[in-house]
């Protein structure tokens, strides 16, 4: 599966974990909307969830590479099938712990896993520290995740989690 980034540019440099995978030819950064193809647009604002269905879409998963701060739903104005993440906990050094505020690498890998990729998350996860500690705290949800066959059944396993208002 190709990997895309909208990037914004607007994080610290040294962090972006965006810039970090087009250095290592693992992803493709765009400027513009225009110039960002068509794809599975990984959208926290989305009204469906990202489920092993999508694999159906096609074979590109794209990702919007912008501070916290500046993610808002108008920035996701993308082409694509918007999906959004089911819940999750960041395992990145900024928001370790935090459920829902993943890195650009951490959606991309878990994107990966739901869509049944879980090796290549695995590789894009290897160039970062704490990489295989996001699959190591999301093991059972990703797992649960990619065992759905659509996007109900995602939100049904997330209400769980949710519920319980604990890591997963």
Not at 69 to 96: C, D, I, K
Not at 114 to 121: D, N, T
Not at 124 to 142: A, V
Request: proline residues 5%; charged residues 30%; negative net charge.
């Amino acid at each position: 599966m190709q990997l895309h980034v909208r990037y914004e540019g607007d994080d610290d440099p040294e962090k972006c974990t965006a810039r970090k995978l087009a250095r290592f030819d693992l992803a493709e950064l765009h400027r513009s909307d225009r110039a960002t193809p068509y794809g599975i647009v990984l959208n926290p604002h989305a009204e469906r969830a990202l489920s092993p269905a999508d694999r159906e879409v096609g074979a590109r998963l794209v990702a919007l590479d912008c501070s916290w701060e500046s993610a808002g739903e108008a920035l996701f104005s993308m082409a694509g099938e918007h999906r959004a993440l089911p819940y999750l906990v960041a395992a990145n050094p900024v928001n370790f712990g935090r459920p829902f505020r993943l890195t650009t690498v951490e959606a991309l890998a878990a994107g990966l896993v739901v869509l049944g990729e879980r090796e290549h998350a695995e590789s894009i996860l290897s160039k970062f520290r704490w990489g295989h500690t996001f699959l190591e705290l999301n093991d059972e949800p990703l797992r649960r995740y990619a065992a759905c066959t659509d996007s109900t059944e995602v939100v049904e396993i997330q209400g769980e989690y949710l519920d319980r208002g604990e890591d997963p």
